[in-house]
């Protein structure tokens, strides 16, 4: 099937997943962490403090995930789309009420929960499930929304700061996540349904079978996986986390830094693209392994470079990889798992890199208040990386002869 062709048959599904990867950006840590000064400032709060906040209120949605996410194996997207996306406007209208410090931790739960958690959850699970040979594209096509808000999202808010006020702002991100609602009921209005779906064109995974999620815990792959699944939630989101004071750091303004995510975003787009393409050839098994090495080339340029241009380069690394990052892992759990179970084990992954998202700021921020700097701790970051390679190679190397 050619890939317009493609694109053509299936753009009322595809369009819904791209969706509702847009308006995950509400939710993920590159969007919030633009607000990072203006929140520290008017909350009273460290670097250390607000960090401790979003690692308990993300830690928080990261538990209740292991519960929520296997929901998408019972109701469809367009209900359970609904209901999320009416809770994410609820999360940001919070942010812009509220008064409170010690009430962040909730803000910060509910808005990575419905946002990061659930939203980005609901989509790919829905794309893994109704492609099969062409998953690896429709992965691809679907996670372009949060590429696209990472592209546009970060330089529009910091030059709408100048004249707007935050608070506004969030005010009118609830407004447009209610808005989305019936576009996204519209777009499903003739959904395949999770279950009739997954058992008329179901794949097997290891063995020959469907693994449920108790199963999957005993196994030992998952182990092998967790320090990959961990370290881009992590690292990725400490760095975007801790843009303000990154760009304190080397000197620069943050609107300086900001108009570098552009090109991150097309980089990680064309990655994200040709990793489908690839993943429907190849298989994941081929690919997977070695997919986070460019993110040690990334980090080690974020802590030794000290130009724009070093941080551009080490933007473009890092995006090989996070475009990757959409497609591979998403497809690693349908085919070496199966999809009759798909959410429940997809809710466990996702709540592992949602902890992994909730001890980057954390780690990274109480290590900035202890006099240990970013540039410092961004190198031992791409020391981690080649370790969480190392296990993804022993494991799926051992695991891929039993497909």
């Known amino acids: 099937m050619g890939f317009l062709r493609f694109l053509f048959e299936n753009a009322q599904w595809l369009a819904a997943g791209f969706l509702l990867t847009l308006l995950s950006s509400f939710g993920q840590t590159f969007f919030i962490s633009i607000f990072a000064g203006e929140i520290r400032e008017t909350f009273g709060l460290s670097h250390g403090q607000w960090g401790l906040y979003y690692t308990i209120g993300t830690g928080a949605s990261a538990a209740l995930m292991i519960w929520a996410g296997g929901l998408s194996d019972r109701f469809r997207t367009r209900v359970l789309g609904a209901v999320v996306l009416l809770m994410l406007s609820a999360g940001a209208l919070f942010m812009a009420l509220n008064t409170m410090a010690l009430l962040l931790p909730l803000v910060v739960f509910a808005l990575r929960f419905s946002g990061q958690g659930m939203t980005s959850h609901i989509a ?13 594209r429709a992965l691809s096509v679907a996670t372009l929304g949060v590429t696209l808000g990472e592209a546009l999202l970060p330089l529009t808010m910091v030059s709408l700061m100048i004249t707007v006020s935050w608070r506004h702002l969030w005010m009118g991100v609830a407004g447009v996540c209610l808005a989305a609602i019936p576009l996204l009921v519209l777009l499903l209005r003739q959904e395949r349904t999770p279950q009739s779906h997954a058992e008329q064109d179901h794949s097997t995974g290891m063995e020959g079978r469907h693994w449920r999620r108790p199963e999957m815990l005993r196994h030992w792959l998952f182990w092998f996986m967790v320090p990959a699944l961990l370290g881009p939630a992590a690292f990725n989101t400490a760095f975007f986390f801790h843009q303000v004071h990154f760009a304190d750091v080397k000197g620069w303004s943050h609107l300086e830094l900001v108009a570098l995510f552009p090109f991150y975003s097309g980089t990680a787009i064309t990655a994200m693209a040709l990793s ?59 085919e070496f798992y199966g999809t009759r179970n798909l959410g429940a084990i997809k809710a466990m992954a996702v709540s592992v890199m949602v902890l992994g998202s909730a001890l980057g700021p954390g780690l990274t921020g109480g290590l900035i208040d202890l006099g240990i700097g970013l540039q410092l701790q961004y190198v031992g970051v791409a020391v981690y990386f080649i370790v969480a390679t190392a296990c993804m190679v022993i494991g799926v190397n051992r695991a891929k002869h039993l497909i």
């Open 276 to 334: 489908g393409i690839l993943l429907d050839r190849f298989g994941t098994a081929r690919m997977i392994p070695w997919y986070q090495l460019p993110m040690v080339a990334g980090f080690a340029l974020f802590g030794l470079g000290q130009s724009l241009t070093s941080t551009l380069i080490g933007l473009a690394f890092v995006a090989l990889t996070s475009g990757a990052n959409a497609t591979l892992p998403n497809a690693f759990w349908a």
């Open 124 to 136: 790919v699970v829905s794309m893994s499930r109704w492609f099969i040979a062409t998953r690896g």
